[in-house]
């Protein structure tokens, strides 16, 4: 079982900075391939970035790439992910995820994640 705790969320004007963090438990943090994705009110959940065991691969949504960063510090069991000029239709409730078994740096569907923090509010105003 992996528990993953979201935090670093808030209120920001656009243009503006955050960065989330996601921390997991337990001691095998250095083998999960992990990830973000996003939900806005009224619209499906959808990919945000992903990122190896090893922080090596990352991939990202055309939507957020060149602005948004995905890290890990595996010596502290956290990901994070740093999000600059952000744009109000980067609302939403942000929520970090597992993969346990066949990810792919490629795979943007939800289904690929097997474990998921609580989401964290991130409300941009125009």
């Known amino acids: 079982q992996v528990q993953l705790v979201e935090s670093g969320g808030g209120l920001v004007q656009a243009g503006g900075s955050l960065r989330l963090s996601c921390a997991a438990s337990g001691r095998t943090f250095s083998t999960y391939n992990m990830g973000w994705f996003r939900q806005a009110p009224g619209k499906e959940r959808e990919f945000v970035a992903a990122l190896s065991r090893s922080g090596g691969i990352r991939s990202y949504a055309d939507s957020v790439k060149g602005r948004f960063t995905i890290s890990r510090d595996n010596a502290k069991n956290t990901m994070y992910l740093q999000m600059n000029s952000l744009k109000p239709e980067d609302t939403g409730v942000y929520s970090c995820?597992?993969?346990?078994?066949?990810?792919?740096?490629?795979?943007?569907?939800?289904?690929?994640?097997?474990?998921w923090g609580q989401g964290a509010q991130v409300t941009v105003s125009s």
């Open positions: 995820a597992v993969a346990v078994h066949g990810w792919s740096v490629n795979s943007r569907s939800s289904s690929t994640y097997d474990y």
